[in-house]
C-alpha cells in the first residue's frame, strides 16, 4: 500500500512545509468560507496549523459574540468542542485558538504579540521550509520567521463594518514589504492590493465544493418552483427591499428558501426574518453542504441579493457557483465579480431593484434536462479539486525559489 503524504514524512521520504495560517473566522464556523477549504487542499502536501480568528471586528454585549468569546476561552484552555462532520477538516491539521484581546492598537499590542507567539510556538520552533499563509493583515510579526508569506485576501476588510480600518492599513502596509506574493479573490480586491504597495497580486476567485452540488441534482421534471438564498443573514450584506420584492412575487407561484445563520457579524437580522416570513419566506436554518445541496438540487433560482456598497464590491461569492452546479438559474444585483462572469455565462442574470423580482418570476418557468446540464457544466472547471492544485503548485513555486 502507498503512504499518504503526511505518513511519507514521517517516514524521511518527503519533508513538508509547516503553514501557519492566520483565519478571519473560527474553524468551526456555521459556513465553511475560503480559508477553511484552502486549509484542506493545502493539507495534501503541508502540515497545517490553523488560528482562529484573532478579532478584527470589536465584539458587543450581545448573545452571538458573548458565546462566541466563551467558546474561545474553553478552546483556549483545552476543552475539546465538537467539530461539525461537514466541515471540510484536513486530518492532519491543528487548530489554534489564541487568547489575544480583540483590540489591535498601541496599548494592546505588545501584549497580543507576546500571547500570539505563545499560542504558535510550536510552528515557531517547527522545521523549515516555515510558511506564513494569512487571511488577515494584522500578524504581529509572524512573517519575519517565515521563509515564504503569503497574504490571501477574500474581502476588503476595513470596510467592514465594526472592523479596525487603521490595524487592516497599518497590517497591510507591513506585509507589502514581506509578502511573496498577495491573493486576491476579485478585481476590486486586486486593484486594492496593488495600489496597497504589494508588488506581486495573483487574482484567483472564489470557487465552490461543485463535486458535492452536482452529484445532488435533480433532473428538470423532479424540479419546483422554488428560490433559494444560502449564506450569512446580515443587514450590512443583504438588500432586504429586494428579498420582500421577491418574497412578494413568488408567493403563490412558488417559495423562497433561505439557508444560513443569522446576524453573523453584521447586527441582527431577527426583525427582517420575521418580515420575509409574514411574506411566505421559509427559513431553513443551518444547513450542512450535503444538506444545502440537496434542496438546492430541487430548486430552480439561486439569490445573490446583496446590497451594493464599499464592501461587497470587493466580494466574489462562491454561491454563484454552488447554484451552477445544482442546475440553477442565478440572478444577482451589480456585484463587479458577478457581473464579470455574466458577460460570459447566460444562466447568470444580472438586475436592479425594479426588475429584480420579475426577473425571478420569469425564471421560475419549466426547463429541459439539457439546460440544467448546461448550467452545471458552466460550473465544473470553477471547483476546489482544481483550485487546490493552483494553490499546491503555487506555494511549491514560491518553496523553491527560496531555495
Not at 42 to 54: G, K, P, Q
Not at 162 to 167: E, I
Not at 254 to 283: K, N, T, V
Request: hydrophobic share 40%; with cysteine; charged share 20%.
Amino acid at each position: 500500500m502507498t503512504a499518504s503524504v503526511p505518513e511519507q514524512a514521517r517516514l524521511g521520504e518527503v519533508s513538508l512545509p509547516n503553514v501557519l495560517m492566520l483565519g478571519t473566522a473560527e474553524w468551526d464556523s456555521p459556513i465553511a468560507t475560503n480559508q477553511h477549504y484552502v486549509a484542506r487542499e493545502l493539507s495534501r502536501s503541508a502540515n497545517i496549523t490553523f488560528v482562529e480568528s484573532l478579532g478584527l471586528r470589536r465584539p458587543k454585549l450581545r448573545r452571538d459574540d458573548v458565546v462566541r468569546m466563551a467558546s474561545r476561552v474553553k478552546r483556549a484552555i483545552g476543552e475539546q468542542t465538537e467539530t461539525p462532520a461537514h466541515r471540510p477538516r484536513p486530518v492532519n491539521a491543528q487548530i489554534v485558538s489564541p487568547l489575544v484581546l480583540p483590540v489591535h492598537r498601541a496599548p494592546t499590542l505588545p501584549l497580543n504579540r507576546a500571547l500570539l507567539r505563545r499560542a504558535t510556538s510550536a510552528w515557531l520552533r517547527s522545521p523549515h521550509p516555515r510558511v506564513l499563509w494569512t487571511f488577515t493583515p494584522v500578524t504581529y510579526g509572524l512573517e519575519a520567521s517565515a521563509d515564504v508569506v503569503i497574504y490571501h485576501c477574500v474581502d476588503l476588510l476595513a470596510t467592514f463594518p465594526g472592523v479596525d480600518g487603521v490595524a487592516v492599513g497599518r497590517g497591510e502596509k507591513t506585509l507589502s514589504s514581506a509578502t511573496s506574493v498577495a491573493i486576491a479573490t476579485s478585481q476590486a480586491v486586486h486593484e486594492h492590493l496593488v495600489a496597497a504597495g504589494f508588488p506581486r497580486v495573483e487574482l484567483l476567485q472564489n470557487v465552490a465544493d461543485v463535486s458535492v452540488f452536482t452529484a445532488a441534482s435533480r433532473p428538470a421534471a423532479e424540479r419546483r418552483p422554488a428560490v433559494l438564498f444560502s449564506g450569512n443573514l446580515t443587514v450590512h450584506k443583504l438588500d432586504m427591499p429586494i428579498l420582500e420584492a421577491v418574497a412578494t412575487a413568488v408567493r403563490g407561484r412558488g417559495e423562497l428558501l433561505l439557508a444560513g445563520p443569522l446576524a453573523a457579524g453584521g447586527g441582527s437580522f431577527d426583525a427582517e426574518l420575521r418580515r420575509l416570513e409574514e411574506l411566505g419566506a421559509r427559513h431553513l436554518g443551518v444547513l450542512t453542504p450535503a444538506q444545502l445541496a440537496e434542496v438546492a438540487g430541487t430548486c430552480a433560482v439561486g439569490l445573490i441579493p446583496y446590497s451594493i456598497n464599499d464592501y461587497t464590491r470587493g466580494v466574489s461569492p462562491l454561491k454563484c457557483f454552488e447554484y451552477l452546479s445544482s442546475g440553477l438559474s442565478v440572478v444577482s444585483t451589480g456585484l463587479p465579480s458577478v457581473t464579470e462572469l455574466a458577460r460570459t455565462n447566460p444562466h447568470v442574470t444580472m438586475a436592479t431593484g425594479d426588475d429584480f423580482a420579475q426577473r425571478v418570476v420569469e425564471l421560475l418557468e419549466p426547463v429541459s434536462d439539457d439546460v440544467v446540464t448546461d448550467r452545471m457544466t458552466s460550473a465544473a472547471e470553477n471547483g476546489w479539486e482544481g483550485r487546490g492544485a493552483v494553490l499546491r503548485e503555487l506555494l511549491q513555486a514560491e518553496l523553491t525559489s527560496e531555495r
